[in-house]
């Protein structure tokens, strides 16, 4: 505000110069509130720096030495040195301007070619880290060595930040060329007949699944029970269910005991897969389910063949293709916050969450096929944000 001041100021200077001394009186600066973009100097330092003062002050100044005050008079009012007040009245001068020019600042550590040296090694191996790159750019500059701080900044000034990895299933070149196929041949299906297709596959739920959790804590104090959370070894145990979709339409969720074998399997889709299809699914539907040897096995598939079940045939190593991946997520965050008292409870609060599932997030999941196929064509069959 007082600067605000010192522009109204020097503008009645420029019409009544009688108010020299109420002038003076209501200028005397001083340096810890006018010189607000001022450098302040280490106490410790031997080395002076010149100090920089804002455009507001330099404007003040320019404006009384155009109502005819000298260097000198301007020096007094301001409490500024007079090769100060000189330097800024000689730079208005050259440049017509009171606005401050950027500085250098430190030189850069780094030349322009090492910087893209170390962008080039970096795209060439993202898992390179940054101290194995300040050591390799340290072999050609022996006596001026740079840290792996430095590194990490040029990386980032080229948009190279540090990041945790995603991590996606392996696909190997046979089954990329698979998943691009499937893509390819499905792009234009329409969400309509994606709503026909039944979505199966089976999913594990710890029984104690806490997810990430964080505590506000005070100092030394990790270990008191207030602020721990206690664990089960192994989790406590899961709960494996087999489940469905077909459109908007949740199928039945069975709960699968110990390891499930082709018999197994078989069973599930004799007594509550088909009964279950033929009371809720449209006409003409189709049946997706993965490669997983107990779907594919000799038995299995001769059953389907005999109940003439209409099969999509199914790329391998492709989880972001099915939408009922997603679904297991919704399923999983839908029941994270409840206390299950043992695996017969877990599956009791996982079958009413499901239930409830609303019907546009099953469609939404149908109809995001179109774009999975597109991303898999995109990424050349590599694994997609699905």
């Not at 101290?131 to 050609?140: G, M, S, Y």
């Not at 598939?301 to 003439?308: A, D, G, H, L, V």
């Not at 609060?349 to 239930?355: F, G, P, R």
Request: glycine fraction near 4%; aromatic fraction near 8%; hydrophobic fraction near 30%.
């Amino acid at each position: 505000s007082e600067l605000s001041n010192l522009r109204s100021d020097s503008s009645n200077l420029r019409s009544d110069s009688s108010n020299l001394n109420e002038y003076k009186r209501r200028c005397t600066f001083n340096q810890t509130h006018t010189r607000s973009s001022v450098h302040q100097m280490d106490p410790s330092s031997t080395t002076k720096k010149r100090k920089q003062y804002s455009s507001d002050l330099r404007t003040v100044i320019v404006a009384m030495r155009s109502k005819g005050l000298s260097v000198r008079q301007i020096s007094n009012l301001t409490n500024m040195p007079t090769s100060s007040v000189h330097l800024i009245l000689q730079l208005f001068g050259k440049t017509g301007t009171t606005e401050i020019e950027k500085r250098s600042g430190r030189p850069a550590k780094l030349s322009d070619r090492e910087k893209r040296h170390l962008k080039v090694e970096s795209i060439k191996d993202p898992r390179l880290p940054a101290t194995e790159l300040a050591i390799d750019l340290n072999k050609n500059r022996p006596n001026d060595p740079v840290c792996s701080k430095t590194v990490q900044r040029v990386l980032v000034a080229a948009g190279l930040p540090g990041r945790r990895p995603a991590y996606t299933s392996y696909i190997n070149r046979r089954n990329r060329r698979k998943r691009l196929e499937f893509a390819r041949e499905h792009l234009n299906w329409t969400p309509r007949q994606w709503t026909h297709v039944l979505w199966t596959d089976e999913s594990k739920f710890e029984l104690f699944s806490e997810g990430v959790q964080y505590v506000h804590r005070p100092v030394n104090k990790r270990f008191d029970p207030k602020y721990t959370i206690p664990t089960v070894k192994h989790g406590g145990g899961s709960v494996m269910v087999w489940g469905c979709f077909i459109g908007g339409k949740v199928g039945p969720l069975v709960r699968i005991e110990g390891i499930m074998k082709k018999e197994d399997y078989k069973k599930i889709m004799k007594k509550e897969m088909i009964p279950w299809a033929k009371a809720n699914c449209p006409a003409r539907w189709k049946f997706q389910q993965d490669n997983d040897p107990k779907h594919t096995s000799k038995l299995v598939m001769k059953w389907f063949k005999k109940k003439n079940i209409k099969k999509i045939e199914w790329p391998s190593q492709s989880p972001d293709l099915n939408p009922i991946e997603n679904l297991w997520e919704v399923l999983d965050e839908a029941v994270r916050k409840q206390k299950p008292t043992n695996a017969a409870d877990k599956f009791r609060i996982l079958k009413e969450a499901w239930e409830k599932i609303p019907s546009d997030t099953l469609l939404d999941l149908a109809h995001s096929m179109k774009d999975r196929c597109a991303a898999v064509i995109e990424s050349k069959g590599y694994p997609t944000k699905y």
